[in-house]
């Protein structure tokens, strides 16, 4: 099993830049893939940015330039850096991790909301 715990949601003003983390924990050898989705009222859950194997990462076209995925090894921990934010980036934003067993585990979900 894994445990992921997100911190750094909130609201912030169009333009603005937040950074949210997710801490993972327990059998983190496992760990195949990993790296954020959102979900907007209404919407399906959509991949926002990826760590696939090894440093590839993976984007959507809608934050490409704008949000960045980065990670620190020694603290089990990722984050996505988001700059330049617009509203259509309101969602709730959830850390994931996929096992090379095909086991996936989600985090609690942080809200982050773009409005002036």
């Known amino acids: 099993q894994v445990q992921l715990v997100e911190s750094g949601g909130g609201q912030v003003q169009p333009g603005g830049s937040l950074r949210l983390s997710c801490a993972a924990s327990?059998?983190?050898?496992?760990?195949?893939?990993m790296g954020w989705y959102r979900q907007a009222p209404g919407k399906e859950r959509e991949l926002v940015a990826q760590?696939?194997?090894?440093?590839?990462?993976n984007y959507a076209d809608s934050v490409k330039g704008r949000f960045t995925i980065s990670r620190d090894n020694a603290k089990n921990t990722i984050y996505l850096q988001m700059n330049s934010l617009k509203p259509e980036d309101t969602a709730v934003y959830y850390c994931?991790?996929?096992?090379?067993?095909?086991?996936?585990?989600w985090g609690q979900g942080t809200q982050v909301t773009v409005s002036s």
């Open positions: 760590y696939t194997t090894g440093t590839r990462t």
């Open positions: 994931n991790v996929g096992l090379v067993t095909g086991d996936d585990y």
């Open positions: 327990g059998n983190i050898f496992r760990i195949n893939v």
